[in-house]
Each structure stands twice: as C-alpha cells, then as structure tokens.
Nanobody
C-alpha cells in the first residue's frame, strides 16, 4: 500500500517562499515519477511540476516555471516543491502524486496512480 504524506503548507505573504514536502512509503520510491498538483476552490486540479526517477528530467506548468522548483531525495523517500515569489493566485491545496512510470514525466492527473491527502498553501496579498 503506497502512502504519500504532504507537509509544509501554511500562510505566507505575497512575494514570500514556502517549501512543501511529500514523504512516500509502500514501494521503492526511487523507481517512480513524482508530481505536484494543486486545486483551488471551485477549480479543477491542475498540474504544477513533475520529476523523473533520478531527478534528471523535470517539467513545470507555465504559471510556475521560474518560480517553483521540484526536487527529490531518494535516500529519504521524499519529494519537495520549493515555491518562491508566491502570488495570491498560488493559493490552493497542493497534492503530491506518484505515477506508475520511471522516466516519462507525466503532466496529467490521469497519469498518476497514488495521491496524498494534500496540504493547504495560502498566499495573502
């Protein structure tokens, strides 16, 4: 049984930074693509960033590219999302997810099999 547990969300002012983490357990973490998604109230869940199994390949949505950085520590079974220059429109519940692939960086929700419970990020103006 795969478990993904996010942490690190909170309230931050616009222009500030926050790092959210996702600890994984249940199967060999280093074998799989990991992704971050977010969902704002009344909106669909959207792709934020993804990283392949060894961290060599990443992908970002246009709205966060240049501000957010995804990384992973396979020794700690953890994936991170460093968020800088935060904006009020970044306010959402942030979810990590694990895909059943190793190398192809997937950007769609349907491509991921396991999901965490989410962590709230609120950016005040």
């Amino acid at each position: 049984q795969v478990q993904l547990v996010e942490s690190g969300g909170g309230l931050v002012q616009a222009g500030g930074s926050l790092r959210v983490s996702c600890a994984a357990s249940g199967r060999t973490f280093s074998n799989y693509v990991m992704g971050w998604f977010r969902q704002a109230p009344g909106k669909e869940r959207e792709f934020v960033a993804a990283i392949n199994r060894n961290g060599a390949n990443t992908n970002y949505s246009a709205s966060v590219k240049g501000r957010f950085t995804i990384s992973r520590d396979n020794n700690k079974n953890t994936v991170y999302l460093q968020m800088n220059s935060l904006r009020p429109e970044d306010t959402a519940v942030y979810y990590c997810a694990q895909a059943p692939t190793s190398w192809i960086v997937i950007t769609t929700t349907t491509g991921y099999k396991y999901w965490g419970q989410g962590t709230q990020v609120t950016v005040s103006s």
